[in-house]
């Protein structure tokens, strides 16, 4: 690195001072700190990737660095000269311009008691955790030129929110989610400040509009009107690489990365770092016990939310489901939850799955949930005697409805009556059991149709499998699961046997055919074999 003029570094600092209220150096300088029993007695605070934009501090140019956020008064940081906002740059010897949070805190971890740091002050005031305060500390940077052409793509996402109670207030958190993980939870307030921070920092990029300020209570819709608004914000403004990989960004996204170089137990903390680290902790919950909010569409299209465990199971979802929705113990047993595809395909999803994770992972923007509950019952005689109990008449009516709107029930010369008699039914118990005993008369009523995969039957074509009541069908399809007219019929009293072979994703069964002793079978390759089984 290049010699710094000090005469040229004098000019616009503006006298940054240590805890004797000494004047500090402009220029970079080294630092020996002996641990004590308080430990090292500072916090480093930082990107947690590599690399990143050049940036300016008292004309010279260096690579992203992590920073001192806090120092211990009294602490052996203090005694040794080291300042909040101080830009570390080498750590025992070792060059960190660029390094990551984790590489820096391991090197000053994997030193022992004597700790060696070279240091830049930057020419502003103490640096603030604040975001509202960060535009003081970039002034020194405003006369780089940056690049926003250079676009990356993140997988965050704002899929919920939830509740904080405190002695003093309740307020909504949205949840920030990267790849699946949630990383941090904000309040609206906080998207402002980062708004702010972002604009005084890159004051010609045309930054995207914030959802507005709302002076009243927030209904559920204008709630998750917000919430919308706000993922569509996060996304496009983490999609700028140079404005993703800044330290105000990097610093919103990942609040538990400050992190405290101190070994010892006895180590005191003042109120307001006990009282950050609470904050933290509702920001961002890492526990597998955090409840977090889950949205499961219901089979007459509404919605409801739940409360589970982060790694919570079906099982805990749909209990929780069952509870709120006051469903009674028969009409249960009858439903389960499913993972609605983009193939217009449902998944059921297992008893011990994390039906969170799952329904984070395939959560898109606009949509409101991934999650439904559906009918899980194959029994015509059991069903109709379940339409006794008005909620579960209800959700098989609007199961069928729906059914037939998508093409699953073929319908012909009954067309007109059904539409007549379904518009009419809704809300009317009597006219729904008549609508149920029409429908349960046509071609694919309870039947599941599964994506296009290879099978046995057709060695250089694919067959789409349709699982029903009394028989399973193979429809010829090509390779982009268009049908092709043939159909092979297998009913159910024919069927000697089935299984699934895991090693393989294949199930597999064995049939009869009328008139031959012998037992063939057909296999269906797909990563759905258990659950074809299962139906």
Same mark, same amino acid.
């Given at each position: ?219 559920? &819709?204008? $709630? !998750? /009107?917000?919430?919308?608004? =706000?993922?569509?914000?996060? +996304? #496009? @403004?983490?999609? %700028? ?97 499913? &993972?609605? $595809? !983009? /193939?217009?395909?449902?998944? =059921?999803?297992?008893?011990? +799955? #994390? @039906?969170?994770? %799952? ?100 060695? !250089? ?75």
């Amino acid at each position: 690195m290049a010699d710094i003029d000090d005469q040229e570094d004098q000019e616009g600092f503006d006298g940054s001072a240590d805890a004797n209220g000494s004047q500090v150096p402009p220029g970079p300088r080294n630092v020996i700190i002996e641990k004590i029993e308080t430990g090292f007695g500072f916090n480093v605070r930082g990107q947690v990737t590599e690399g990143g934009q050049m940036k300016s501090i008292n004309g010279e140019l260096y690579a992203p660095l992590q920073h001192v956020s806090a120092v211990l008064k009294g602490g052996a940081a203090e005694k040794a000269g080291i300042i909040v906002g101080d830009r570390i740059l080498a750590v025992n010897g070792v060059d960190v311009e660029g390094a990551t949070h984790k590489q820096v805190v391991d090197l000053i971890r994997s030193g022992g008691d004597k700790l060696s740091l070279s240091v830049i002050a930057v020419p502003t005031e103490p640096v603030s955790t604040s975001l509202s305060q960060v535009s003081n500390a970039s002034d020194d940077y405003q006369d780089i030129d940056y690049d926003y052409t250079e676009r990356k793509t993140l997988p965050i996402s704002i899929p919920d929110y939830r509740t904080i109670e405190t002695a003093e207030e309740t307020y909504i958190v949205f949840n920030i989610y990267l790849s699946g993980k949630l990383i941090c939870s904000k309040r609206y307030s906080q998207f402002v400040d980062l708004h702010n921070a972002l604009k005084r920092h890159f004051i010609d990029y045309p930054f995207p509009k914030l959802p507005g300020k709302w002076p009243f209570s927030l209904s559920e &819709q204008k $709630l !998750d /009107n917000r919430r919308r608004g =706000l993922e569509t914000y996060i +996304e #496009k @403004v983490s999609a %700028v690489k140079v404005i993703a990989e800044h330290n105000i960004m990097q610093e919103f996204l990942y609040p538990e990365m400050e992190e405290e170089i101190n070994h010892s137990e006895n180590s005191k903390h003042s109120d307001a770092q006990a009282h950050t680290k609470q904050l933290l902790a509702h920001a961002a919950p890492d526990s597998a016990s955090t409840e977090v909010e889950m949205r499961i569409q219901l089979p007459d299209r509404s919605i409801c939310t739940v409360c589970i465990p982060r790694h919570g199971s079906t099982q805990h979802a749909y209990e929780q489901l069952v509870k709120k929705m006051e469903i009674s113990e028969e009409t249960a047993m009858a439903f389960s939850l499913f &993972q609605m $595809l !983009d /193939n217009n395909f449902i998944r =059921l999803l297992a008893p011990t +799955e #994390k @039906v969170h994770e %799952v329904y984070i992972d395939n959560y898109k923007n606009g949509e409101v949930t991934c999650i439904a509950m559906k009918r899980w019952l194959f029994n015509t005689k059991l069903e109709s005697q379940l339409c006794h109990d008005d909620t579960a008449l209800n959700y098989i009516f609007w199961e069928a409805s729906d059914a037939i709107s998508r093409g699953f029930i073929t319908i012909e010369e009954h067309d007109f009556e059904l539409k007549t008699l379904r518009d009419t039914a809704k809300g009317d118990p009597q006219k729904q059991i008549q609508y149920l005993k029409a429908v349960r008369k046509l071609p694919g009523y309870g039947s599941i149709t599964f994506p296009f995969c290879k099978c046995d039957a057709r060695k !250089d074509g694919f067959v789409i499998v349709s699982v029903g009541i009394k028989n399973l069908k193979l429809h010829a399809c090509d390779d982009h699961g268009v049908l092709e007219g043939n159909v092979i019929d297998f009913q159910w009293l024919s069927v000697a046997s089935y299984d699934v072979n895991h090693e393989l994703s294949c199930f597999y069964f064995e049939y009869e055919r009328e008139g031959k002793k012998a037992k063939n079978h057909q296999s269906l390759y797909t990563s759905l074999c258990v659950y074809e089984a299962l139906c």
